[in-house]
C-alpha cells in the first residue's frame, strides 16, 4: 500500500500550488480520500474529503472558495488545487485513504511566504 504526494514547495501570498497523491496496492475506487495539513506546533487538521461514490467534496471552513480536491479512479489519483493561498496554509499536507482501513501518506510540505 503506498500514497505518495507531491506538488508541495514554496509559493508567495496569492499564489496557487496543485498537489497531487498517487494511490497504489488497496482498492482505491472504494475508499474516502482525504487531504490533512499539519502547520509546526499544531494538530493535524482535516482540509478536504471527496468521497468513494459519487464524489462529492467537503472542505474546512478556512480554505472553501480557495481549494478544490478531486479523484481521478482510472488513475488512482486525487488532487488538491490551492488557490489564493495565504501564509496560515502553510504545513505538510498529508494524503489519506479511509474505508475498512486507514492508510496515510509521507507528506509534501507547502510554505506560503513572502
Known amino acids: 500500500v503506498q500514497l505518495v504526494e507531491s506538488g508541495g514547495g514554496l509559493v508567495q501570498p496569492g499564489g496557487s500550488l496543485r498537489l497531487s497523491c498517487a494511490a497504489s496496492g488497496f482498492g482505491f475506487s472504494r475508499y474516502d480520500m482525504r487531504w490533512y495539513r499539519q502547520a509546526p506546533g499544531k494538530e493535524r487538521e482535516l482540509v478536504a474529503a471527496?468521497?468513494?461514490?459519487?464524489?462529492?467534496?467537503n472542505y474546512a471552513d478556512s480554505v472553501k472558495g480557495r481549494f478544490t480536491m478531486s479523484r481521478d479512479n482510472a488513475k488512482n489519483m486525487v488532487y488538491l488545487q490551492m488557490n489564493s493561498l495565504k501564509p496560515e496554509d502553510t504545513g505538510v499536507y498529508y494524503c489519506n485513504a479511509l474505508w475498512l482501513r486507514q492508510f496515510w501518506g509521507q507528506g509534501t510540505q507547502v510554505t506560503v511566504s513572502s
Open positions: 471527496v468521497t468513494s461514490v459519487g464524489g462529492s467534496t
